[in-house]
């Protein structure tokens, strides 16, 4: 993997686009219907965490390397190197894939 | 059941929706008319539980295997192995069925 | 009272509607003109309860076989047993019936 | 005074309204071109209270039989033998008639 | 000034309308173009005061007899004895005239 | 500087706007297309301060005599003197002209 | 670096933009067509901090040259000798280039 460009702040979490043909995995597809179609993604980078509030940081649930599936409209979308990456907070993260 | 392919995030639940002619559980059915027809549906996974402001996780209500009935417009739709699923957060369910 | 078929989840309450036909207990009815008619409705069963911010779960103030006034778009409508019910949250709760 | 048919829930109170002809107390009348028309009420019951974050009760300012000023769209009208009432949050009275 | 005939309640404050021939108070007026023509008004009665998270009683900035401005659309007019009043917050009062 | 004739209440700041022909310091313009085209002005009087949670007063981070920069939705206009003033939450001001 | 003219107040940053031309840095392009084209950009000056409920100062997590990707619509935009800059909150600061 060429060394990540950019380090999400806060809450947020670098993920990469799984694309299309590389999402049947173990079945799970997102029915078109779905008024908000989920994205498949990879986790490359964490930002420095979400503080609570008293300041401290509360660690993230997701690691770098998990299969995730995001809500469509939580994100920032950029291109790095021509891949889709979007910079999603954790909380717009649905679930990890086992 | 197949091994669970998606751990839900956070304070979010899995669930997989009960069919309509399973629906009929000693008689409870939603009413067309009821401006959010609310769905049956049953527990698969749950997420790591919501945090307090302290930061303390609170433990969920629900457990695997009840069968919940949640709002329509809470949680994302995701199909596993051609099943309906809906990773919902848990303040979105409704009850669960005795 | 048939065996009650769902458990309300945290602070909401289940409550059957009572028919227009019963309602004028004491000669209370709601004026059709009132902008937000609400239903009497008569307690069947209590969630888990709310939890304030440390956590600590906040006794109801409602209690099953209380009749009730909600506000009408405060829940959500299920039928059991041909019967009207609806899940509500307490904080929808107007009034407790002397 | 009939005995009072119905208990407010929470912060609510019930207040009973008082009619146009009588409203002229001490010259307080409220312009018709006011946005927001408010009414003349009593207050009639109280509710169990508003409870602060660490689920302390908030002790209510007004008590029954004081002369009030509520919002017009604050609350919820219900008629108890032919007369007008309104259940209404304390925070949506405005003022207490000296 | 007759007694006041009415107490605003909490974190409200009673203010009578200054009328337009008296406002020009040392040069102070409201463009008409200003998208929210603030109000001038004088000061006549305190509520019991705003409470903190903790139900502590914050003290007010104003106090009887100030001259003050207040946000055209905060508040709730009243006439008392035909003259122009208004139940505001205290945080609608925008300053208070030197 | 005439004596300040208002001041201004709470978290609140009183601006007098400076001029455009005067507004060229150092070559800081506001862009016209910018979709909010903020407002060069200087501080005449400072509130009491906002209030934390727990009633602790949040000291000011602007001072009389500090050239600002305040978005243009933010504040009140009033005219003193047939000068140009803003009443501004200091949440609302931009910068402090170096 | 000419000295800064302006100094951001509380939780915003000063960034200066990074023009299409230079903005190709490690392959980072922005789709036109995401729904809200963040913007590169350089951080040149901090505010005093974000303040937390107990009025504790959040340290920032960018520094001065650090180079940004800001949400669009996030900041106010201020031109300084001819060179586009933004205000921005560090919440809307998306991520920092590696």
């Not at 990469?16 to 043909?21: G, S, V």
Request: proline residues 4%; negative net charge.
């Amino acid at each position: 993997m060429a060394k990540i460009k950019i380090k999400p702040v806060g809450d947020r979490v670098l993920v990469k686009h799984i694309e299309e043909k590389e999402q049947v995995r173990g079945g799970i597809i997102i029915p078109d219907s779905a008024k908000e179609k989920p994205q498949e993604a990879e986790v490359i980078a964490l930002g420095s965490g979400k503080k609570d509030d008293s300041g401290k940081v509360v660690p993230f649930e997701v690691k770098v390397g998990d299969k995730v599936l995001i809500s469509k409209y939580g994100g920032t979308e950029v291109k790095i190197d021509d891949e889709k990456y979007t910079l999603v907070r954790e909380d717009d993260i649905l679930g990890i894939f086992a």
